[in-house]
């Protein structure tokens, strides 16, 4: 069927919605392999360890204040007695942590799933234990306390593989759960044999192993902190409140120290203060409490996160697919109009799908093969499909294959777009000038009326003589 001009932008106009349509379901195909990729993180930490926060370590005494208080006056006077229990915390003055943590990978299907072993020794030092003397606040009160404890909180007890608190050459025995409050998940141990005396100093060495997922983050709660980690990860994302002092990043991995002292963050108080730790994202708000926003510890540390996210790469892609599409097309017409070609609007459409079927490849063939050597294939095998039925279409192959060598800058273009998440926007913008300078460079000597006369009488030519009956004079 041939169409008149008006009739064949119409029927364009429509593969374009129809292309449309389609590049907006395979991105929903991505997003919806992207939320599988998330459930699978979510089983994973589940079924391991979720993200680690490394709070501690700390000395603890729960205690107990009992006093009487006189109630009523008259015959209605009479006596009650109350309680008010307490913990006192005692923050450590300084706090080296040597830290290594090891990525091993875990899989759910095709999905893959960043995991960590951190081997850690952390040797905290008090200035003294006064702090966990309890003050009675009420008169002629007695006052009861248990035996202290040290403890540190972690923020996924199921990861803790082994741990060992030493505190004056001896290794004490220790205990599941942390006895804390607002930190229950750890492990802490009684220190009643351990040599603790007024005013005097007091040390501990605790070793640690612990496994997790995503995130691994320390809280600074000791007057100075000092934290040195070392991994075989090559790509990490430092977060939360404070980057490192020093870091050093190869392929092998990364090593990197923070240095931090209380008056540089406010985790010693709300330590004391009995609130959770921050999570590495940085988000402070754990709930409202008396009306008022509850604080958290702040914390510092890494992600060991792929910076080479596939689905986020994909969908990228698939948002450029429409430009794609119209580019490939603004190409295609401008032959048209040169070379009075006459294109169907059937091929417009199989030349557009088979550019939309290239981002339904990519975001399959990278679930197996990397996303750079599913974009070669992919952008390969519909090079040379387009220039073969390019070819075709332009009647010659050598039309077929400036065609093809079109669709190939295309292809480097979005490839380019895709790696430069900063400057993606000013690339775009020059790539888009530079098509509309070529556009009107190439047709600057093109007479407009003139062509759309032509075409208008191609196409009456095309349609064939009149039908319509002619009368015969005499009859």
Same mark, same amino acid.
């Given at each position: 069927m041939r169409f008149p001009l008006l009739g064949k932008a119409v029927a364009i106009g429509g593969v374009l919605v129809?292309?449309?349509? %389609?590049?907006?379901?395979?991105?929903?195909?991505?997003?919806?392999?992207?939320?599988?990729? /998330?459930?699978?993180?979510?089983?994973?930490?589940?079924?391991?360890?979720?993200?680690?926060?490394?709070?501690? *370590?700390?000395?603890?005494?729960?205690?107990?204040?009992?006093?009487?208080?006189?109630?009523?006056?008259? #015959?209605?006077? #009479?006596?009650?007695?109350?309680?008010?229990?307490?913990?006192?915390?005692?923050?450590?003055?300084?706090?080296?942590?040597?830290?290594? %943590?090891?990525?091993? *990978?875990?899989?759910?299907?095709?999905?893959?799933?960043?995991?960590?072993?951190? #081997?850690?020794?952390?040797?905290?030092?008090?200035?003294?234990?006064?702090?966990?003397?309890?003050?009675?606040? /009420?008169?002629?009160?007695?006052?009861?306390?248990?035996?202290?404890?040290?403890?540190?909180?972690?923020?996924?007890?199921?990861?803790?593989?082994?741990?060992?608190?030493?505190?004056a050459g001896d290794a004490l025995p220790v205990l599941p759960g942390a006895?804390?409050?607002?930190?229950?998940?750890?492990?802490?141990?009684?220190?009643?044999g351990a040599p603790i005396q007024a005013g005097a100093p007091f040390a501990a060495e605790i070793s640690l192993e612990l496994v997790g997922t995503g995130d691994l983050a320390f809280a600074p709660i000791a007057g100075t902190t000092h934290v040195a980690l070392a991994s075989n990860w090559p790509h990490p994302s430092f977060g939360g409140r404070f980057l490192p002092l020093a870091r050093t990043i190869t392929e092998q991995g990364f090593k990197a120290s923070w240095q931090l002292n209380a008056l540089a963050t406010s985790a *010693?108080?709300?330590?004391?203060?009995?609130?959770?730790?921050?999570?590495?994202?940085?988000?402070?708000?754990?709930?409202?409490?008396?009306?008022?926003?509850?604080?958290?510890?702040?914390?510092?540390?890494?992600?060991?996160?792929?910076?080479?996210?596939?689905?986020?790469?994909?969908?990228?892609?698939? #948002?450029?697919?429409?430009?794609? $599409?119209?580019?490939?097309?603004?190409?295609?017409?401008?032959?048209?109009?040169?070379?009075?070609?006459?294109? /169907?609007?059937?091929?417009?459409?199989?030349?557009?799908?088979?550019? %939309? $079927?290239?981002?339904?490849?990519?975001?399959?063939?990278?679930?197996?093969?990397?996303?750079?050597?599913?974009?070669?294939?992919?952008?390969t095998a519909c090079t040379v499909l387009l220039t073969f039925y390019g070819g075709f279409v332009l009647r010659g192959w050598r039309a077929g294959l400036v065609f093809g060598a079109g669709i190939t800058v295309l292809y480097g273009a979005l490839y380019t777009l895709l790696q430069l998440e900063q400057s993606a926007l000013i690339v775009g913008s020059l790539l888009l000038f530079a098509v509309l300078a070529g556009v009107m460079v190439a047709t600057r000597r093109v007479d407009w009326y003139a062509l759309f006369d032509n075409l208008r009488e191609d196409a009456r030519m095309a349609a064939g003589p009149s039908t319509r009956a002619v009368p015969v004079p005499g009859q």
């Amino acid at each position: 069927m041939r169409f008149p001009l008006l009739g064949k932008a119409v029927a364009i106009g429509g593969v374009l919605v129809a292309l449309m349509v %389609a590049l907006q379901m395979i991105g929903g195909i991505v997003r919806e392999r992207e939320a599988r990729l /998330h459930e699978a993180e979510r089983s994973v930490a589940d079924s391991l360890a979720s993200r680690q926060v490394l709070v501690g *370590p700390a000395v603890q005494r729960r205690c107990t204040e009992n006093w009487t208080r006189v109630q009523g006056e008259g #015959k209605e006077r #009479k006596t009650v007695d109350e309680t008010r229990e307490f913990t006192l915390v005692a923050l450590p003055a300084s706090l080296d942590v040597d830290a290594r %943590a090891v990525v091993e *990978p875990r899989y759910r299907g095709i999905f893959n799933v960043n995991g960590y072993t951190m #081997k850690a020794t952390l040797d905290a030092r008090w200035v003294n234990l006064d702090s966990l003397r309890p003050v009675a606040q /009420h008169a002629g009160a007695t006052l009861q306390c248990e035996t202290p404890q040290i403890f540190v909180a972690v923020g996924d007890a199921r990861g803790i593989r082994r741990a060992t608190i030493t505190v004056a050459g001896d290794a004490l025995p220790v205990l599941p759960g942390a006895a804390h409050p607002s930190h229950p998940r750890g492990f802490h141990a009684e220190l009643a044999g351990a040599p603790i005396q007024a005013g005097a100093p007091f040390a501990a060495e605790i070793s640690l192993e612990l496994v997790g997922t995503g995130d691994l983050a320390f809280a600074p709660i000791a007057g100075t902190t000092h934290v040195a980690l070392a991994s075989n990860w090559p790509h990490p994302s430092f977060g939360g409140r404070f980057l490192p002092l020093a870091r050093t990043i190869t392929e092998q991995g990364f090593k990197a120290s923070w240095q931090l002292n209380a008056l540089a963050t406010s985790a *010693p108080q709300e330590m004391l203060d009995g609130n959770a730790a921050c999570a590495l994202d940085g988000n402070e708000s754990q709930g409202v409490v008396d009306g008022k926003a509850a604080r958290c510890i702040e914390t510092f540390g890494v992600a060991f996160f792929d910076p080479v996210n596939a689905y986020v790469l994909s969908d990228r892609a698939t #948002k450029y697919g429409l430009l794609f $599409i119209a580019l490939t097309f603004v190409g295609v017409g401008l032959v048209e109009v040169l070379r009075r070609l006459r294109v /169907h609007p059937m091929q417009y459409l199989l030349v557009g799908s088979a550019i %939309a $079927i290239f981002f339904l490849l990519l975001v399959s063939l990278t679930e197996h093969v990397g996303f750079d050597r599913a974009y070669l294939a992919g952008a390969t095998a519909c090079t040379v499909l387009l220039t073969f039925y390019g070819g075709f279409v332009l009647r010659g192959w050598r039309a077929g294959l400036v065609f093809g060598a079109g669709i190939t800058v295309l292809y480097g273009a979005l490839y380019t777009l895709l790696q430069l998440e900063q400057s993606a926007l000013i690339v775009g913008s020059l790539l888009l000038f530079a098509v509309l300078a070529g556009v009107m460079v190439a047709t600057r000597r093109v007479d407009w009326y003139a062509l759309f006369d032509n075409l208008r009488e191609d196409a009456r030519m095309a349609a064939g003589p009149s039908t319509r009956a002619v009368p015969v004079p005499g009859q």
